[in-house]
């Protein structure tokens, strides 16, 4: 088992940033990739940002330049850094981890005003 907290959502204006966090806890050693989904109302869940064990990572073309996600080991933590936000970046933000099953956070509220 894997648990996910996650905080650091919020309301910012558009061109302002945020920082998100999830810290993991319980199988942690069984993880091989986390990453950061979101999910605007009516819409369906996707892929924002991936990091795998080795620090690889992955980012969906909406985000490339603008959105970091990064790990930090010591306290099994991954962040994702926003910058430049726009009001489409407005979602539910969600931490994952994957290990032979999927886990996923609460889910944190990002909202962008124009």
């Known amino acids: 088992q894997v648990q996910l907290v996650e905080s650091g959502g919020g309301l910012v204006q558009a061109g302002e940033s945020l920082r998100l966090s999830c810290t993991a806890s319980?199988?942690?050693?069984?993880?091989?990739?986390m990453g950061w989904y979101r999910q605007a109302p009516g819409k369906q869940r996707d892929l924002v940002a991936l990091?795998?064990?080795?620090?690889?990572?992955t980012y969906v073309d909406s985000v490339k330049g603008r959105f970091t996600i990064s790990r930090d080991k010591a306290s099994n933590t991954v962040y994702l850094q926003m910058n430049s936000l726009k009001p489409e970046d407005t979602a539910v933000y969600y931490c994952?981890?994957?290990?032979?099953?999927?886990?996923w956070g609460q889910g944190t509220q990002v909202t962008v005003s124009s």
């Open positions: 994952n981890a994957e290990t032979i099953y999927a886990y």
């Open positions: 319980g199988n942690i050693f069984s993880i091989n990739v």
């Open positions: 990091i795998t064990s080795s620090g690889s990572t």
